[in-house]
């Protein structure tokens, strides 16, 4: 798509959703500054979506502003009664969440044209079936690991996060993602799924029984990897990704395949200028943005239409179709409901691990 489309479409459903919000309280209140105020996690994603926003504002003069946060869950609920942005960028678990506490617009199919060119499995929806955002990149879980202390074919399946030679030589991440992202992927590797969970258990034991420490930031983890402090762990697919990659470290998508890790922009409920804030998210699945997001951070497009480079598709080690098929992508409204309990059970299961 080239630049004056990418303006005409903007300006179009910026026309468009200003004509649908013309009654509300919302049209009337535009957010800080007016136009977009997104939040979005902070370093090389933080970087490139200010890129993008310069981009955005040039061709549609629409005013867009980027702001480093930790997360989007604590920051839109705490400022729920005045939010100070409009848009912020997270998981499906953290949306879904905070859509069915009423504190997230939801849309209509309409509202979204920009949803035709994304696969359904990846479009979130409310009970009542409106849309909660915008579905945009995804990375994947895989085994990040010290090419001093072990190699790649140590870890061609999950199944060797257990075993006993690995014994005071791992890591793992805190309960809160234990629980949402291995405890699912390993039930699924043993029969189960986001549903039944318990096939899961022997291998994120086995994990935890293997683990030195249990990390509680990339930061982190990044350190103790690159200083061969840890051997190996269940890791992120962007952090091995141009100027993110750990120099020493390699990662892997075991034999198994690993599991999906999608993320969409969402608009917080009284934000203000939700005319501004559907442009900004139509834009934001066009191919231009996801394509200088997947150069700068190795966040994979979720726009089927985006045709990667041969570099970018070698650097990703196969075509986004087939890494696809190898990905588990959960129910995320499933995993969303049931996880307060449990980490509850992974904290009481991993703390009579010995």
């Not at 500054?33 to 370093?43: F, L, Q, R, S």
């Not at 840890?230 to 990659?245: E, H, K, L, N, T």
């Not at 998508?253 to 139509?282: C, I, S, T």
Request: aromatic share 10%.
């Amino acid at each position: 798509m080239n630049r004056r489309s990418i303006r005409s479409l903007a300006m179009a459903l910026l026309s468009a959703a200003a004509c649908l919000v013309a009654s509300t309280s919302w049209a009337q209140a535009p957010g800080p500054g007016g136009g977009i105020t997104m939040g979005a996690y902070g370093g090389g994603p933080g970087d490139v979506w200010r890129r993008v926003a310069k981009t955005f504002t040039d061709e549609t003069k629409i005013p867009a502003r980027v702001v480093d946060w930790v997360d989007i869950q604590p920051v839109i609920r705490s400022q729920a009664a005045n939010p100070q942005y409009n848009v912020g960028l997270g998981n499906y678990i953290d949306a879904y969440r905070l859509a069915k506490d009423g504190l997230l617009e939801t849309f209509t199919p309409d509202e979204l044209p920009g949803l035709k060119n994304v696969p359904k499995a990846q479009i979130l929806k409310t009970a009542d079936g409106r849309i909660i955002g915008a579905p945009i990149y995804f990375q994947y879980y895989g085994i990040a690991y010290n090419k001093d202390l072990a190699k790649a074919s140590d870890f061609e399946s999950w199944e060797a996060l257990a075993d006993p030679k690995w014994r005071g030589k791992l890591a793992l991440t805190r309960f809160i993602w234990s629980a949402t992202y291995d405890l699912v992927l390993y039930a699924k590797l043993h029969g189960g799924d986001e549903n039944n969970i318990a096939p899961g258990i022997p291998l994120l034991k086995g994990l935890a029984a293997n683990a030195v420490t249990v990390y509680s930031s990339m930061a982190q983890m990044n350190g103790l990897l690159s200083r061969g402090e840890v051997a190996a762990v269940p890791y992120y697919s962007a952090r091995f990704w141009g100027d993110a990659a750990l120099p020493g470290v390699g990662f892997l998508l075991p034999k198994e395949g690993g599991l999906m890790l999608p993320y969409m922009l969402v608009v917080a409920k009284g934000g203000g200028d939700r005319a501004a804030a559907l442009a900004w998210l139509n834009y934001a699945m066009t191919a231009e943005p996801q394509q200088m997001i997947l150069n700068a951070t190795g966040y994979i497009p979720l726009n089927q239409t985006v045709k990667l480079t041969d570099e970018q598709t070698r650097r990703l080690g196969m075509p986004v179709a087939d890494l696809l098929k190898r990905l588990y992508q959960p129910d995320w409204t499933v995993v969303a409901d049931k996880q307060e309990e449990r980490v509850n059970l992974v904290e009481q299961l991993l703390s009579q691990v010995k």
